[in-house]
């Protein structure tokens, strides 16, 4: 499995900003992925997840500003999905470094669940997001 994230940067308060995790080497009829971020010294938080068959969640600090997708690639041996996270009117305390992430779904658990990073094994290396005042 590979992630490639990018799409980070430094914007003001109120602007939006679009993340893309290019993915590849997973079968997302059977995998939730889902977009955490991280202040250092601080837990990774998770924010939004999109589970196998289409439900989302989002934590109550990005609901209705940030919507997570994914873009499937047409059928080939080198093809790459790519889940993003759109932002839009952020805020300052949204700037983190921003992690995408992949794992089996298991439908018996509570869709809660895949908003926590002890659910996640394979991870993207990471985006830098800044937001100012």
């Known amino acids: 499995a590979q992630f490639v994230e990018f799409g980070g940067g430094s914007v003001r308060a109120g602007e939006s900003l679009r993340l893309s995790c290019e993915v590849s080497?997973?079968?997302?009829?059977?995998?939730?992925v889902a977009w955490f971020r991280q202040v250092a010294g601080k837990e990774r938080e998770g924010i939004a997840c999109?589970?196998?068959?289409?439900?989302?969640?989002?934590?109550?600090?990005?609901k209705g500003r940030f919507t997570i997708s994914i873009a499937l690639a047409a059928s080939s041996d080198n093809a790459r999905d790519t889940v993003y996270l759109q932002m839009t009117n952020v805020r300052p305390e949204d700037t983190a470094v921003y992690f995408c992430?992949?794992?089996?779904?298991?439908?018996?658990?509570?869709?809660?669940?895949?908003?926590?990073?002890?659910?996640?094994?394979?991870w993207g290396q990471g985006t830098q997001v800044t937001v100012s005042s």
């Open positions: 080497g997973f079968d997302f009829d059977d995998y939730a």
């Open positions: 992430a992949a794992d089996r779904f298991h439908a018996h658990k509570s869709i809660h669940v895949w908003l926590s990073h002890w659910e996640y094994d394979h």
């Open positions: 999109l589970t196998a068959g289409g439900k989302t969640l989002y934590s109550d600090a990005v």
